[in-house]
C-alpha cells in the first residue's frame, strides 16, 4: 500500500487541476474480474516499491485502450497491464500513445481523450463497446454509472493532512448522474447518498452505463479530496468520435 502524504497531494492536485484532470476508485470494492478490459498505463520509472499505475483506461478494440489525453505525450510509447491487481514484474501490453490534437481544448470541450495502439492484437479480452451518437443527451436523473480504475481506494483526514492511498487494486464503484451539458456528464460520488466514485489514477478509465459493457465517458476530474462529484468526458459527441472513428469502428 502507498501512501501520498499531504505535501504531495498538494503537489498532485496542482497539476492535475491545472490540466483539467482527475483519477482513483473510493468508496467502492475490487473489481476482480468483472471489468477485464479495464486495465491500466504503468509508470516505468523505479521506486522503492517497484513500479506503480498512474491512469486508467479501457480495451475498445483488440488494439486500441481508450484514456485520456492527460495521461501521456503524443507518439510515446507505453505500457498497459490488465491485471486485476498489479505487481511490478506483472504481464504488460506495449502500445503507441495517441492524443486528440485539439486537447487540451476549452472548457466547453477539453478533447481530453486519447488511444494507444499496440504493437499487437490483445488475445483473450472482449472490449468494450462505445455509446451510440448522442445517445446520452436525454439520461434519466436516477441513471447509475458504474466506474473503473486503478487509483487511490481511500482519502484519509489524518493529523498530518489527507493521505491518499494506492494498492494498484482495479476497483469499481456506482454513483448517479447529476448533471449533464454537451461533452460533460456529472455523476455523484457522495458516500452519505450511498455512491462512491473516482480519485488521482482513473483519470482516463470508463464510467460504464449502469450494469452494461457500454463505457459512456471517461474520467477527467472532480473534487480535490473525492468526495463529491466526478466530472466526465462523454463519448458519444461529434468531437469524441470524429477523435476515435480515426481508430475503431464505431457504433
Not at 494507444?116 to 451510440?132: C, M, N, R, S
Request: some cysteine.
Amino acid at each position: 500500500m502507498r501512501k501520498v502524504l499531504l505535501a504531495f497531494a498538494i503537489m498532485a492536485t496542482a497539476v492535475f487541476m491545472a490540466a483539467g484532470v482527475a483519477s482513483a476508485i473510493t468508496y467502492g470494492q475490487p473489481d476482480g474480474n468483472r471489468h477485464p478490459n479495464v486495465g491500466g498505463l504503468v509508470n516505468d520509472t523505479q521506486y522503492s516499491d517497484g513500479t506503480w499505475l498512474y491512469c486508467s483506461g479501457t480495451l475498445i478494440s483488440p488494439t486500441v485502450f481508450l484514456t485520456a489525453a492527460h495521461c501521456g505525450d503524443e507518439g510515446t510509447r507505453v505500457r498497459v497491464t490488465f491485471d486485476s491487481a498489479y505487481e511490478d514484474g506483472d504481464k504488460t501490453y506495449t502500445g503507441t500513445f495517441h492524443a486528440d490534437p485539439a486537447y487540451p481544448g476549452t472548457s466547453a470541450d477539453a478533447h481530453d481523450v486519447a488511444v494507444v495502439v499496440f504493437d499487437k492484437p490483445i488475445k483473450g479480452i472482449t472490449p468494450a463497446t462505445l455509446p451510440e451518437a448522442d445517445s446520452l443527451s436525454a439520461l434519466p436523473g436516477d441513471q447509475q454509472f458504474t466506474s473503473v480504475g486503478y487509483g487511490a481506494y481511500e482519502v484519509t483526514n489524518d493529523p498530518g493532512g489527507h493521505q491518499y492511498l494506492y494498492n494498484d487494486v482495479r476497483q469499481y464503484a456506482t454513483g448517479t448522474l447529476n448533471a449533464i451539458n454537451k461533452t460533460w456528464l456529472r455523476i455523484s460520488m457522495n458516500p452519505s447518498t450511498g455512491n462512491g466514485g473516482t480519485c488521482y489514477g482513473d483519470s482516463g478509465g470508463p464510467n460504464f452505463l449502469g450494469d452494461t459493457e457500454v463505457n459512456a465517458a471517461i474520467t477527467i476530474t472532480g473534487d480535490a479530496v473525492c468526495r463529491s462529484t466526478n466530472v466526465v468526458y462523454r463519448l458519444d459527441t461529434p468531437s469524441a468520435r470524429a477523435f476515435l472513428g480515426q481508430y475503431v469502428t464505431l457504433p
